[in-house]
Nanobody
């Protein structure tokens, strides 16, 4: 099992930037697919970005060109750099790890973008 702890959320004005971090425990981080999801009030949890163990990435259309996912296997950490933030990016952001061992979620970090 992998334990995940997110940080870096907060309140930012539209057009601003935030960098989320997700620190993972355990030795299987480097073999896991890592993803960031978000859930706005009253809505389902949606995939924002994903990065494979080979550093291939994929993004939901609404964040392409604004968000960047990256990972540092030496630090067991995955990042989400968010630029040009919009009010519609407001949500709780969750980190997810997925592999042959199963799947784990972090507790989430709130991102609020004011207009």
């Amino acid at each position: 099992q992998v334990q995940l702890v997110e940080s870096g959320g907060g309140l930012v004005q539209a057009g601003g930037s935030l960098r989320l971090s997700c620190a993972a425990s355990g030795s299987i981080f480097s073999t896991s697919v890592m993803g960031w999801y978000r859930q706005a009030p009253g809505k389902q949890r949606d995939l924002v970005a994903v990065i494979t163990k080979g550093n291939s990435t994929n993004y939901r259309d609404s964040v392409k060109g604004r968000f960047t996912i990256s990972r540092d296997n030496a630090k067991n950490t995955v990042y989400l750099q968010m630029n040009s933030l919009k009010p519609e990016d407001t949500a709780v952001y969750y980190c997810n790890a997925f592999g042959g061992w199963g799947s784990s979620w972090g507790q989430g970090t709130q991102v609020t973008v004011s207009s």
